[in-house]
């Protein structure tokens, strides 16, 4: 049939350009995964060299030294994608190729002009075996560790277009040279070439195969590996959840202790005072006097603790602060008045050392429960001490146009391993409460624009909290 072999020519060409159109999705995949794009410009070289091959017959003979370019450009760079499988392709390797070409488009020219037809068909069938070969070399080395089908189904088609080139060149050598084109060589031949050019199409069928085959592994994988991460995560949010419980419940029942610790004094004097007086009124020795001082001591007591429990639901609750001028010597005296029965019977000297002259703008019952906290923990540092003077002084006095109050004691002093916690919530090493009464001082005194610090006495012992608040204006 006359333009038969034409025809195939266009329909191949068509068949090449509907893979590479209908595989750009997948390659811009495949790129973003694995850069290795050599596949889809081989699409490229082969449409267009199966194009001229069918146009060639219309336009001019001169257009076939092109279509054969084109079309080993498309064997050259199928090579180059089963290389880059195996390992990155150099520059120089490309280099090497693209001359390769040009020498092949010369060659192939001069053959145009003063060859045969036969000359022609063994140049080319040389230049497709060394293709061919290096293909199937670079695809048994990757199937080697690789077990991907699609590449063993390709290596097999290179297989065979091998074989279909020896069976054309024993085909050729048995056929006289009377031919002019490839439009006229006998059916036997075109039969061999139309069979090559099938395989070859199968071929980019099987790296298409193959990319997909490769990204659905790759997506499965990802999948699974999500799976996994989501399960982590949600482990990880129930562990955080169940610690933040343990953690509440924890700091709950410190905090309780705490508060509890900072009420024991004044409800235990208050108890002391009622049972005291039961007990003058049952041996008939109850005085007026007596009574009256009892009474007033009493009512301390219970306005100090709904002071306590007053300054903490302020605290707490951030309420606005109701200062007043304060005389920091008066508020000395009344702080150590409340314990100064304590003092006596753990035989501790109180030692003051005042400026009279000092006056702050604070809530006082902030201030007292500030002092009334490191006294009380002075008198506790003391009171394990044996054979050992126990002195508390308490010294007022400006310094640097700021009020500084320092209440020492000559007990053991603070350990190294919690001066850096010292003033954080909680974190008091006693079983007792005490994790809430340094850092409630530091936490009022923060709110009067003031600060509190602590440093050791000397060598021997001792503790030294430090108290600096603005002096009020006069």
Same mark, same amino acid.
Request: with cysteine; hydrophobic share 45%; charged share 15%.
């Given at each position: 049939?006359?333009?038969?072999?034409?025809?195939f020519f266009?329909?191949?060409?068509?068949?090449?350009?509907?893979?590479?159109?209908?595989?750009?999705? #997948?390659?811009?995949?495949?790129?973003?995964?694995?850069?290795?794009?050599?596949?889809?410009?081989?699409?490229?070289?082969?449409?267009?060299?199966?194009?001229?091959?069918?146009?060639?017959s219309? %336009?001019?003979?001169? #257009?076939?030294?092109?279509?054969?370019?084109?079309?080993?450009?498309? +064997?050259?760079?199928?090579?180059?994608?089963?290389?880059?499988?195996n390992?990155?392709?150099?520059?120089?390797?490309?280099?090497?190729?693209?001359?390769?070409?040009?020498?092949?488009?010369?060659?192939?020219?001069? #053959?145009?002009?003063?060859? &045969?037809?036969?000359?022609r068909?063994?140049?080319?069938?040389?230049?497709?075996?060394?293709?061919?070969v290096?293909?199937?070399?670079?695809?048994?080395?990757?199937?080697?560790?690789?077990?991907?089908?699609?590449?063993?189904?390709?290596?097999?088609?290179?297989?065979?277009?091998?074989?279909?080139?020896?069976?054309?060149?024993?085909?050729?050598?048995?056929?006289p040279?009377?031919?002019?084109?490839?439009?006229?060589?006998?059916?036997?031949?075109?039969?061999?070439?139309? /069979?090559?050019?099938?395989?070859?199409?199968?071929?980019?069928?099987?790296?298409?195969?193959?990319?997909?085959?490769?990204?659905?592994? @790759?997506?499965?994988?990802?999948?699974?590996?999500?799976?996994?991460?989501?399960?982590?995560?949600?482990?990880?949010?129930?562990?955080?959840?169940?610690?933040?419980?343990?953690?509440?419940?924890?700091?709950?029942?410190? #905090?309780?202790?705490?508060?509890a610790?900072?009420?024991?004094?004044?409800?235990?004097?208050?108890?002391?005072?009622?049972?005291f007086?039961?007990?003058?009124?049952?041996?008939?020795?109850?005085d007026?006097?007596?009574?009256?001082? %009892?009474?007033?001591?009493?009512?301390?007591?219970?306005?100090?603790?709904?002071?306590?429990?007053?300054?903490?639901?302020?605290?707490?609750?951030?309420?606005? %602060?109701?200062?007043?001028?304060?005389?920091?010597?008066?508020?000395?005296?009344?702080?150590?008045?409340?314990?100064?029965?304590?003092?006596?019977? +753990?035989?501790?000297?109180?030692?003051?050392?005042?400026?009279?002259?000092? /006056?702050?703008?604070?809530?006082?019952?902030?201030?007292?429960?500030?002092?009334l906290?490191?006294?009380?923990?002075?008198?506790?540092?003391?009171?394990?001490?044996?054979?050992?003077?126990?002195?508390? &002084?308490?010294s007022?006095?400006?310094?640097?146009?700021?009020?500084?109050? @320092?209440?020492? @004691?000559?007990?053991?002093?603070?350990?190294?391993?919690?001066?850096?916690q010292?003033?954080?919530?909680? /974190?008091? /090493?006693?079983?007792?409460?005490?994790?809430?009464g340094?850092?409630?001082?530091?936490?009022?005194?923060?709110?009067?624009?003031?600060?509190i610090?602590?440093?050791?006495?000397?060598?021997?012992?001792?503790?030294?909290?430090?108290? &600096?608040?603005?002096?009020?204006?006069?």
């Amino acid at each position: 049939m006359q333009h038969a072999n034409e025809v195939f020519f266009f329909v191949y060409s068509l068949l090449s350009w509907g893979l590479f159109f209908s595989s750009r999705p #997948l390659y811009k995949s495949s790129m973003a995964q694995e850069p290795n794009g050599y596949w889809i410009y081989s699409l490229v070289f082969v449409g267009i060299g199966y194009f001229l091959f069918g146009a060639a017959s219309f %336009v001019s003979a001169g #257009l076939i030294t092109w279509a054969n370019m084109f079309y080993m450009a498309g +064997n050259v760079s199928l090579g180059l994608f089963c290389r880059a499988l195996n390992c990155r392709v150099g520059a120089r390797i490309k280099l090497s190729l693209l001359f390769a070409l040009l020498l092949f488009g010369v060659v192939f020219e001069v #053959l145009m002009r003063s060859g &045969t037809f036969n000359e022609r068909v063994m140049f080319v069938t040389v230049f497709s075996t060394a293709c061919y070969v290096w293909q199937w070399f670079e695809l048994r080395t990757c199937v080697a560790h690789s077990d991907s089908s699609q590449l063993k189904f390709l290596s097999f088609l290179t297989l065979i277009k091998l074989l279909l080139i020896v069976a054309r060149v024993a085909f050729l050598l048995k056929t006289p040279d009377s031919n002019v084109h490839v439009y006229d060589e006998p059916f036997t031949g075109s039969l061999i070439r139309w /069979s090559m050019l099938v395989f070859s199409t199968l071929g980019y069928v099987a790296v298409i195969g193959y990319w997909t085959e490769k990204l659905s592994y @790759d997506n499965e994988s990802t999948l699974s590996e999500n799976v996994k991460i989501t399960k982590l995560l949600t482990e990880r949010e129930n562990l955080i959840s169940s610690l933040l419980k343990a953690n509440k419940t924890a700091a709950s029942e410190a #905090l309780s202790a705490s508060i509890a610790h900072e009420l024991n004094q004044p409800i235990s004097a208050t108890l002391l005072n009622a049972q005291f007086l039961t007990m003058l009124q049952d041996a008939g020795k109850l005085d007026q006097k007596t009574s009256a001082d %009892v009474i007033r001591q009493i009512e301390f007591d219970a306005k100090r603790s709904g002071a306590i429990i007053g300054t903490l639901r302020s605290i707490f609750t951030n309420d606005v %602060v109701e200062s007043e001028s304060l005389n920091v010597a008066e508020l000395i005296h009344s702080s150590t008045q409340i314990y100064k029965a304590e003092l006596l019977s +753990n035989k501790i000297q109180l030692s003051l050392n005042l400026d009279g002259d000092i /006056s702050i703008i604070a809530h006082k019952g902030q201030m007292l429960q500030v002092l009334l906290n490191l006294i009380n923990n002075a008198i506790q540092s003391l009171n394990g001490e044996v054979g050992k003077s126990k002195k508390i &002084t308490i010294s007022s006095y400006i310094e640097g146009g700021y009020c500084t109050i @320092d209440v020492e @004691d000559t007990g053991p002093g603070v350990g190294d391993d919690v001066k850096s916690q010292l003033f954080e919530l909680l /974190s008091g /090493s006693k079983s007792d409460g005490m994790g809430l009464g340094l850092w409630l001082c530091s936490h009022i005194l923060g709110r009067h624009a003031g600060k509190i610090s602590y440093s050791d006495v000397g060598e021997e012992g001792g503790a030294r909290f430090t108290i &600096t608040l603005p002096i009020a204006s006069s």
